[in-house]
């Protein structure tokens, strides 16, 4: 039940704030600093989520040569720098990810 009402919860306040930024978004003129300022959230918060995956896989730091995820999302970067396609970025990086955990360890 305690599950259920978090779930609830984070849902409800998920779709608040989706909503309200859709629906206020358009209308709302940001100012240049503004505007500025909200171009690096985006790079901040994937930065934030992204590097303790791949630099603190265990809560520690692996070496690169022993960092499965770090090894196969090196790859998959570069594909998706040079492709822009999502469709082709999570092909390859699955692909690398099954490559390195099972044919190269």
Do not use: Y
Not at 55 to 64: A, K, M, Q, S, T
Not at 70 to 91: D, E, Q, Y
């Amino acid at each position: 039940m305690h599950v259920l009402i978090e779930t609830l919860i984070i849902g409800a306040g998920t779709f608040l704030i989706r909503a309200i930024s859709l629906s206020w978004g358009s209308r709302v003129i940001w100012p240049a600093w503004g505007q500025k300022w909200l171009s690096f959230v985006t790079p901040a918060v994937l930065g934030a989520l992204l590097g303790p995956l791949l630099f603190l896989p265990d809560n520690h730091l692996v070496p690169i040569v022993h960092n499965t995820t770090l090894l196969a999302a090196i790859p998959t970067a570069i594909v998706g720098w040079f492709t822009r396609h999502l469709f082709w970025t999570v092909a390859a990086g699955v692909a690398c990810f099954a490559i390195v955990t099972h044919l190269i360890w």
